[in-house]
């Protein structure tokens, strides 16, 4: 039950990714708990596709 949550969630962003664009679903991934959510989907959206840019800090 739960793996199933995790995937139906995994659908969302990367549906939202879609939607959004793929920076501000990898902002709004990086809000859950940060490094672990990040390693875990981000190579998921470059396998969709998705170019992500970080923004550059002055």
Not at 41 to 54: A, K, M, N, Q
Request: proline share 5%.
């Amino acid at each position: 039950m739960k793996n199933d949550q995790r995937l139906s969630g995994r659908r969302a962003l990367l549906r939202l990714a879609a939607g959004l664009g793929a920076a501000a679903a990898v902002h709004m991934i990086a809000a859950v708990p940060a490094g672990e959510q990040l390693r875990r989907y981000l190579p998921e959206l470059l396998d969709e596709g998705y170019r992500i840019t970080v923004p550059q800090r002055r």
